[in-house]
């Protein structure tokens, strides 16, 4: 079993900054990458960040994201992070973590309220 914890979230004004934090344990074989969705209330699960985890860490991003969010890595701590500045109301989400291996897994999630 593979166990991943977010945390981090919470409330912020728009324009401030959050940083979000997944940690991996348990019977981790192998990790492909690892990312970030997010889904708000109504809405689908949605794509915003990966990183590779070989090599210098390829990452990707969501457009809407792009120039905003930053998604690191530890590889030594099974940790994937994601820095989230000039947060938007629209960024309003619960953020789920997953790890890719030998199967996807994923997080429990982790709320982000974006509001004055």
């Known amino acids: 079993q593979v166990q991943l914890v977010e945390s981090g979230g919470g409330l912020v004004q728009p324009g401030g900054s959050l940083r979000l934090s997944c940690a991996a344990s348990?019977?981790?074989?192998?990790?492909?990458?690892m990312g970030w969705y997010r889904q708000a209330p109504g809405k689908e699960r949605d794509f915003v960040a990966a990183?590779?985890?070989?090599?210098?860490?390829?990452?990707n991003y969501e457009d809407s994201v792009k120039g905003r969010f930053t998604i690191s890595r530890d590889n030594a701590k099974n940790t994937v992070y994601l820095q989230m500045n000039s947060l938007k109301a629209e960024d309003t989400a619960a953020y789920f973590c997953?790890?890719?291996?030998?199967?996807?897994?994923w997080g429990q999630g982790t709320q982000v309220t974006v509001s004055s």
């Open positions: 348990g019977s981790i074989f192998s990790i492909y990458s």
């Open positions: 997953y790890l890719s291996g030998r199967a996807r897994y």
């Open positions: 990183i590779s985890w070989s090599g210098g860490g390829t990452t």
